[in-house]
Each structure stands twice: as structure tokens, then as C-alpha cells.
């Protein structure tokens, strides 16, 4: 965590930690963890949902330098366990999550509004439809 209230207390989902991993091995760059576990204290500071996948070390945001996040967003579709991910354009991250949901949940974020990813929204973004990427066993 960011804030000075809990020490710096990190609690992260090891799948998740696996996982940016395989993101940094596959660009063979430094993977840059703009938030990634969020105490109660922090949470309340931003005026977040207590229910964040943040606070539960289930999520992170990041970015590569050099690697478009557009064609991040479209290699982590790669990985089964992202239950959520993110495209941030006005903000220059990718959201990626491991919640526990049936179906992957893909979004883009304008306007402090979450919008479902559609076609539309894929094709001004270029970040593709879920088929194009091959999943990792």
C-alpha cells in the first residue's frame, strides 16, 4: 500500500503475482505497478469501494514503457485467471483482476464511467474482440 498509515503493508494474490510475471518475461521489460493492494485506511482516503479488488490484493494497474497498453490489454487476454481487465485510455494504465466471477469482465474506463468493452469501443481503441488471443494452459 501508498499510504504511510499501514506501514506499507503488502498482501497480493500469488496467482496475480504470477501472472505479472509472465507479462515482464514475455516483454523481457520492467512491469510498472501503478496501484496494486490498497489497505482500508488508503481505500477511504481515495473515496474507493471497500469492495475494490484492490483491497483485497486481487488487482493491480499497470503499464510497460514502450508497449502500447492497447496491445497489452490484448496479450493478457492470454492468461485464464484475469477475471477482469481494463483499458484506462485517458489514463495510461491497464486494470488487471483475478475476482472470482465464471466470466471475464472487460471494460473500458472514460469519464469516470465503466463501459462494458464492445465492438465499438475495441475497434476505436484497437484493442480487438476476446477471441484474438490464444489462451496460456
Known amino acids: 500500500c501508498s499510504c504511510t498509515a499501514c506501514g506499507g503493508s503488502i498482501k ?3 496467482v496475480l503475482v504470477g501472472i505479472l510475471e509472465e507479462i515482464r518475461a514475455a516483454y523481457n521489460r520492467r512491469v ?3 496501484a496494486g493492494f ?3 485506511g488508503r481505500i477511504k ?3 474507493r469501494s471497500r469492495k475494490s479488488y484492490h483491497a483485497l490484493g486481487r488487482a ?3 503499464k510497460i514503457s514502450g508497449i ?4 497489452l490489454f490484448i496479450f493478457c487476454r492470454r492468461f485464464p485467471a484475469l477475471r477482469g481487465l481494463g483499458f484506462y485510455p485517458d489514463q495510461d494504465f491497464i486494470h488487471l483482476d483475478v475476482r472470482e466471477a465464471d466470466e471475464r469482465v ?3 474506463h ?3 464511467t465503466y463501459l462494458p468493452l464492445t465492438p465499438e469501443l475495441a475497434e476505436r481503441y484497437a484493442l480487438g474482440m476476446p477471441d484474438s488471443a490464444p489462451a496460456i494452459v
Open 106 to 108: 472487460e471494460f473500458v
Open 110 to 112: 472514460l469519464n469516470k
Open 45 to 47: 482516503e481515495l473515496g
Open 32 to 34: 510498472h505497478v501503478l
Open 38 to 40: 490498497r489497505c482500508e
Open 12 to 14: 497480493m494474490s500469488l
Open 60 to 62: 493491480v494497474d499497470i
Open 68 to 71: 502500447e497498453n492497447s496491445e
